[in-house]
């Protein structure tokens, strides 16, 4: 492959064995490297880890606890949001698809109400928060603008 005056050849193909050769030699003297470093490697490791370790264990603790939280709430406050919506909208279903069993599970519920009251001597609702025991029952909404828009609409006029 000749080039031009403007271009120059290229530079010949390596021969495959040198290159294996040479590929050898780098890799033992890595290994030779790596094993005559490894007690010093191995005491800084240990000097950091007693150093760090009990630190880093405390922070994965924390992070594992607020991690946790964080889940908790986000499923406390999905149950909270569309809980009552998505009991309504089972029930709503059941009784869609089949009647009698709607009927049959709204008896045993009743049924199963009578007899607490009948062991316990009060009823079942009592024996909860009122906000969780009658739980569809939505806070009142709240307007978050206040009276802006009434000051908008009727501003007081001063001089």
Do not use: H, W
Not at 130 to 139: I, L, N
């Amino acid at each position: 492959m000749g080039g031009s005056p403007s271009i120059p050849s290229p530079p010949p193909p390596p021969d495959p064995n040198a290159v294996a050769q040479a590929n050898a030699e780098a890799y033992k003297k890595n290994v030779e490297t790596y094993l005559e470093k490894s007690p010093e490697l191995a005491a800084m490791e240990n000097k950091l880890r007693i150093q760090y370790m009990p630190q880093q264990r405390a922070l994965e603790r924390q992070l594992s606890a607020l991690d946790q939280q964080a889940g908790v709430q986000a499923g406390m406050q999905l149950e909270r949001q569309f809980g009552p919506q998505r009991t309504l909208e089972s029930l709503r279903r059941q009784y869609e698809t089949s009647p009698q069993a709607y009927a049959l599970n709204r008896g045993l519920g009743d049924q199963m109400t009578r007899q607490f009251g009948r062991l316990y001597g009060a009823s079942p609702y009592a024996s909860v928060e009122p906000e969780v025991a009658f739980a569809p029952r939505q806070a009142q909404p709240t307007d978050i603008y206040g009276d802006i828009s009434s000051r908008i609409s009727n501003p007081t006029l001063r001089e």
